[in-house]
């Protein structure tokens, strides 16, 4: 049963449901069609990926939904999931600093899957991630999840359930049963496995994508939810914190979409911020010979520090070392997905010198999460010499935008890894010209036929 008029619940999911396409800003939708490109490079570049091929090749059964960077058609939750694992594999999904994880690639492949087969406009597609991305967001807000736990497939199952919901155009009842219901369908995530390098984390996004399409399932054939899902699971389960009134707060005027960041490096976001110094050092003074190297001291915000691995065990572990990834990024002069490889993470250059990158917490860095990532490098010679440089901000957050042409260009070295160089730019343009598409079945078709071993 539904809980009491104009509780917290009661308005989220009013407003999840009722909202119409046209109630949303020109500059939120043109961002959700940014963000869908963005989400669709990192999984076709996943999708590359020989795991993740892998994964696919045994996933069996016809279906209605593409899986992404292929020809295949799956059902809509496998579609779901497989979308989701390739889009994390490469860490070049977008995120959101305010949450603390990755909304689009919660919503975006859920959505997609169930958007396949079904007569929706380009701009009802846009409005439900946008609105599935915002509601997910908006928990990630206002809970604390125990610091033990990742936040990929945890409150992610709800962006993903509110996308599906909407395109199957669940009431309000309906709406507020699908997010309690997605509250209890979310993953116990272990933060260890980013730092060890166990891959399974790359699947958490995908089972969250999975665990929405049941959802909108499951409310379908009229399965009910707890009358508050959403603060008994995140304000007793995963976290003593629930911040209800958060939760709400500028419901309908503040976007989570628009407070969103793009990444360029391909390694975790808590890196970030050391490789914008390292690369001011390197726009001041130029490439740096890593010979000439004595130590890099890294000084950091607490999430950063944490990633402080000099020897990773495999390419996850390497995404989440910051003395990896300062030293590939000397080495190979680029933060791009070829410097993130497994070759790169036993190269005994490039190991040797992450021996010599030593990070330092800054208490006062600490305290400006979570609207600012700040770091500080200082580069010693050999000869003595020092260099240093400080950033506040990680460059492609919403407040230091990286410019629609340089997404666009790591859209496209993500998709030419297995789709034809047409074919990718005109799905981008396709993509960001979706708000006036009457169906989108032609994206579908362009994707579907885009690889390159379909022609």
């Not at 791009?336 to 490889?341: G, H, K, L, Q, Y």
């Not at 730019?425 to 708000?435: E, F, G, H």
Request: charged share 20%; with cysteine; hydrophobic share 40%.
């Amino acid at each position: 049963m539904a809980g009491e008029d104009n509780d917290t619940l009661d308005r989220v999911a009013n407003f999840a449901a009722t909202t119409k396409p046209s109630d949303l800003p020109a500059d939120v939708i043109e961002r959700a069609a940014l963000i869908l490109a963005d989400c669709i490079g990192a999984i076709v570049g996943g999708a590359a990926e020989p795991d993740v091929a892998e994964l696919t090749r045994r996933q069996t059964g016809d279906g209605p939904a593409l899986v992404i960077g292929t020809s295949l058609t799956r059902s809509a939750g496998m579609a779901a999931l497989l979308n989701g694992t390739a889009g994390t594999t490469l860490e070049m999904d977008e995120g959101n600093q305010f949450c603390k994880g990755h909304p689009g690639m919660h919503t975006v492949p859920a959505a997609l899957a169930s958007a396949a087969g079904r007569q929706i406009t380009g701009r009802e597609l846009l409005a439900a991630i946008a609105i599935g991305y915002d509601v997910g967001a908006r928990v990630g807000i206002s809970t604390q999840l125990r610091p033990s736990m990742h936040p990929h497939g945890t409150w992610g199952a709800i962006c993903a359930a509110t996308a599906v919901a909407r395109i199957l155009g669940a009431t309000k009842d309906q709406m507020r049963h699908v997010i309690s219901m997605s509250a209890s369908l979310g993953l116990s995530t272990s933060r260890r496995t980013m730092l060890e390098g166990g891959t399974v984390r790359n699947i958490f996004a995908g089972v969250s994508g999975q665990m929405g399409v049941l959802a909108g399932d499951m409310v379908s054939a009229g399965f009910t939810g707890d009358v508050d899902g959403v603060s008994q699971v995140f304000g007793h389960v995963v976290s003593d914190v629930f911040d209800d009134t958060a939760f709400a707060k500028d419901l309908g005027t503040r976007w989570e979409v628009s407070r969103n960041y793009f990444k360029m490096h391909s390694c975790c976001r808590y890196n970030h911020a050391a490789l914008d110094a390292l690369a001011i050092i390197q726009e001041t003074h130029g490439p740096l010979d890593p010979e000439t190297i004595d130590s890099v001291l890294v000084e950091t915000y607490s999430l950063a520090v944490e990633l402080d691995d000099p020897a990773p065990q495999n390419v996850l572990a390497g995404k989440f070392s910051v003395p990896f990834a300062i030293a590939t990024t000397l080495v190979n002069r680029s933060t791009a997905v070829d410097s993130f490889t497994m070759t790169n993470v036993t190269n005994p250059v490039i190991l040797d010198l992450a021996k010599h990158v030593k990070l330092v917490e800054d208490p006062a860095m600490t305290g400006c999460l979570p609207d600012k990532r700040p770091a500080r490098v200082t580069i010693t010679l050999k000869s003595g010499k020092t260099w240093q440089a400080s950033t506040e901000t990680n460059r492609g957050d919403w407040s230091a935008p990286y410019p629609p042409q340089e997404i666009q260009g790591k859209y496209m070295s993500l998709t030419t890894r297995l789709w034809h160089e047409e074919n990718a730019a005109q799905i981008w343009d396709m993509v960001n010209d979706l708000d006036a598409a009457p169906s989108v079945d032609t994206l579908f078709a362009a994707m579907a036929t885009a690889p390159k071993d379909s022609k």
